[in-house]
């Protein structure tokens, strides 16, 4: 089985045992990334959710059900994450970039002004986009600190922004393994990481895996970290 089969497969057993039906779609967008995927389910107003640094589009699954009762749910990858096309982040503009994500996925997907929602990287996202074409964010939805609101940052993740030193660390103590999953949501990302599920880790893991997501997740950190 091939990395990327893999992560569908750990996708959908997660997604199932939430009891969360989706569509998995492809769309290909003139933007920073040819072709953008991203998950869809629900009816009523749209809503695109953007989420966090080197993660994928099924760190919502756990609210995507409540959600798609009230919400057309458009859940994204972000360029170089999930199975959203790879992207090298080294001299990009970045805040120019995020602008144009969100804009040329919502005009792929045929959507004049939608509610954005964002976690962490995809709050910074959503905010350069918001602060650009107000006329097309109907409300702002803010979950966590957005990524540069808060500048406390653990250790490994700036020594992972930091060139030559992130090569080293990806191919021994910071290599993909369920067990540093679970440390840098421990570190960072949730209250309570003995909350989160075996299949859920599991799942995060195989997106460390998928082509073009380690580098991509490297170069980003050297885009907006330093080693203070």
Not at 101 to 129: H, K, R
């Amino acid at each position: 089985m091939d990395v990327i089969e893999a992560y569908k497969q750990s996708r959908d057993k997660l997604f199932e045992d939430r009891g969360v039906k989706f569509q998995s779609k492809l769309i290909p967008a003139n933007g920073p990334v040819r072709q953008v995927h991203y998950l869809e389910l629900g009816a009523g107003e749209p809503l695109i959710l953007i989420h966090g640094g080197g993660s994928h589009s099924s760190e919502w699954v756990d609210i995507l059900k409540p959600l798609s009762e009230r919400y057309h749910l458009f859940v994204v990858d972000r360029p170089g994450c999930g199975l959203t096309d790879s992207m090298n982040y080294r001299g990009v503009a970045f805040r120019q970039s995020a602008v144009g994500f969100i804009s040329s996925f919502m005009n792929a997907a045929g959507l004049e002004a939608a509610l954005l929602m964002g976690q962490s990287m995809g709050g910074y996202f959503s905010i350069c986009f918001a602060m650009e074409h107000p006329e097309r964010v109907k409300k702002l939805l803010l979950m966590g600190v957005p990524a540069g609101m808060n500048r406390w940052i653990p250790l490994v993740l700036r020594l992972l922004g930091t060139r030559g030193v992130n090569r080293l660390l990806a191919g021994t103590i910071a290599k993909p393994s369920i067990r540093n999953v679970r440390s840098i949501h421990r570190q960072l990302l949730v209250a309570d990481a003995e909350k989160l599920s075996e299949d859920y880790l599991r799942h995060c893991y195989h997106s460390q895996l998928l082509p073009g997501s380690q580098p991509g997740f490297l170069s980003l950190l050297e885009r907006v970290l330093t080693l203070k």
